[in-house]
């Protein structure tokens, strides 16, 4: 009998890890970037204002997320840079406000890691990319009583893909990305 009550329960889910959503704690999380410049340094920055949400069971696996980041938001701790970047020869911020991310799957890899594929939206185009991701841990949080996770996502990008910036001898064309999120379990 105890069998038969277990494989229903199987079949039909009943043991089905329960998915919620968590929000991003932005006071701890950062998405940052890397370009090479001039073929001999690495330049990096991050976007001040975004916003993350994701749905995930308690353990964080097989998460889903919804990703917006405002261009206007640049940061490379250079004002001039930074006003370049965000004019019509890079971003074009006042048309296109606004780099997308839609999860479309999650492959677990490790007993941590995980890979995260979706279709990242910038510069009015829109293509598939696939980050690489780890869960740094989950812990119940002594204030809250709610569980927060940690998490960090890479990947490499070509802007040129994006329409972002032209061919140019002093920029290089791929941009690595390192995402790290606290995100909170609503």
Excluded: C
């Excluded at 330049?43 to 997320?65: L, N, Q, R």
């Excluded at 405002?70 to 406000?97: C, G």
């Excluded at 690489?132 to 940690?150: F, H, P």
């Amino acid at each position: 009998m105890k069998k038969r009550i277990i494989a229903f329960a199987l079949m039909t889910g009943l043991f089905a890890t329960a998915q919620s959503t968590w929000k991003l704690d932005k006071s701890h999380s950062k998405v940052g970037f890397a370009i090479t410049h001039l073929m001999i340094s690495e330049v990096e920055g991050h976007f001040s204002d975004f916003d993350i949400m994701a749905t995930a069971s308690d353990t964080f696996g097989d998460a889903e997320f919804t990703v917006d980041i405002k261009t206007t938001s640049i940061n490379t701790d250079n004002e001039r840079r930074d006003n370049h970047l965000r004019s019509a020869d890079f971003f074009d911020a006042e048309k296109y406000p606004s780099i997308t991310f839609q999860s479309t799957g999650y492959e677990k890899t490790g007993d941590k890691t995980f890979k995260l594929t979706g279709d990242l939206t910038m510069h009015g185009v829109t293509k598939p990319i696939t980050l690489e991701g780890k869960v740094n841990g989950v812990i119940t949080d002594q204030r809250s009583q709610k569980l927060k996770a940690g998490l960090k996502l890479t990947g490499t990008i070509n802007r040129l893909d994006f329409g972002v910036g032209g061919e140019t001898a002093s920029l290089g064309n791929e941009v690595e990305l390192t995402i790290n999120l606290e995100m909170a379990q609503q």
